[in-house]
């Protein structure tokens, strides 16, 4: 059964940077793209950042240029990288596998921002 499991997230005041990461298990992770979403309490699940197998990045406007996506395939690790946190970045971060019709999910950490 394939394990997405993320970690990292937590209280941080606003202006300050937190690292998330997502160890994938059971999947072969150099092939599958991956990405962060979010959601915070009330709203639909958002696309933060991803990142494909050959690297190409793709990330959501309201956190282009605070925001760093990156993988590590030696590893089947997926990372985010936060700075600059606003208040509106407090949500559920989950992290996404996806290659042809596979498409899994982790549990989800929370990340917490106060102003």
């Known amino acids: 059964q394939v394990q997405l499991v993320e970690s990292g997230g937590g209280l941080v005041q606003a202006g300050g940077s937190l690292r998330l990461t997502c160890v994938a298990s059971?999947?072969?992770?150099?092939?599958?793209?991956m990405g962060w979403y979010r959601q915070a309490p009330g709203k639909q699940r958002e696309l933060v950042a991803t990142?494909?197998?050959?690297?190409?990045?793709n990330y959501a406007d309201s956190v282009k240029g605070r925001f760093t996506i990156s993988r590590d395939n030696a590893r089947n690790t997926v990372y985010l990288q936060m700075n600059s946190r606003k208040p509106e970045d407090t949500a559920v971060y989950y992290c996404?596998?996806?290659?042809?019709?596979?498409?899994?999910w982790g549990q989800g950490t929370q990340v917490t921002v106060s102003s």
């Open positions: 059971r999947i072969i992770f150099s092939i599958n793209d």
């Open positions: 990142i494909t197998s050959d690297r190409s990045t």
């Open positions: 996404n596998s996806r290659y042809r019709s596979a498409d899994y």
